[in-house]
């Protein structure tokens, strides 16, 4: 079975500071992983996606993550955060082999501080 | 282009109703997933059709939920005797042939009154 763990279910940052929302995952084959942003009454919106290859992601917005299989971790980070990064960001799990179900973590609620 | 459209977006009913929840995928794609998202909870899967079949059923939480795909298109989700416990927001996504990516639709918020 695979599992999404994202630590921190709210996270405030200053406009201008360093973002990082963390999130972890378990899987018993190599994964799939992905960043999805949620803003109010709105769908998932996908920011970035690891298959295979090259383990730093850079997707939309800014924000970039890293695969480190070693540490089963895939954070999401932005050097500047915005005012318009406010939103609820979930990180989800697939097995890759195809069209492939998702298994999404909790989500984090980001919130930017003026 | 066109997304992933959903129909209805708000569904009010009472308790003990039957429901239908439509979802429009974007043109071309093979693959059709629903999702149910909890208040303050990621979504979670209830159902994958790969075409006009169900490839995986696995997270519908019992025989009240079911869904048809009939003609590999435009799905609805059906729902029997709805309980208190229903309420949610019903995701759809789409993916093409190709794997990974899912495109998610707006969102069905289901209240049972």
């Known amino acids: 079975a695979q599992s999404v763990t994202q630590l921190g279910s709210h996270v405030s940052v200053s406009e201008g500071a360093l973002v990082l929302l963390r999130c972890n995952y378990s899987s018993s084959v190599p994964p799939y992983l992905f960043w999805y942003v949620q803003y109010p009454n709105q769908g998932l919106q996908l920011l970035l996606k690891?298959?295979?290859?090259?383990?730093l992601v850079k997707g939309i917005n800014g924000f970039e993550a890293e695969f480190k299989k070693s540490e089963t971790s895939f954070h999401l980070t932005k050097p500047s955060a915005h005012m318009s990064d406010a939103a609820e960001y979930f990180c989800a799990v697939s097995k890759g082999f195809g069209n492939e179900k998702l298994t999404f973590g909790t989500g984090t609620r980001l919130t930017i501080i003026p | 282009g066109a997304g992933v459209s959903q129909t209805p977006s708000n569904k009010v009913t009472e308790k003990g109703k039957y429901v239908e929840l439509r979802c429009d995928p974007i043109?071309?794609?093979?693959?059709l997933y629903w999702y149910r998202q909890s208040l303050g909870q990621g979504p979670e899967f209830l159902i994958y059709?790969?075409?006009?079949?169900?490839?995986?059923d696995s997270g519908l939480p019992n025989d009240r939920f079911f869904a048809v795909r009939p003609e590999g298109s435009v799905s609805t989700l059906k729902i029997q005797r709805t309980e208190r416990g229903d309420s949610a927001v019903y995701l759809c996504?789409?993916?093409?042939?190709?794997?990974?990516?899912?495109?998610f639709g707006p969102g069905t918020r289901l209240t049972v009154l």
């Open positions: 043109s071309g794609h093979t693959a």
């Open positions: 059709f790969q075409g006009t079949g169900a490839a995986d």
């Open positions: 690891y298959t295979t290859g090259a383990t």
């Open positions: 996504a789409s993916s093409p042939t190709s794997p990974d990516e899912q495109f």
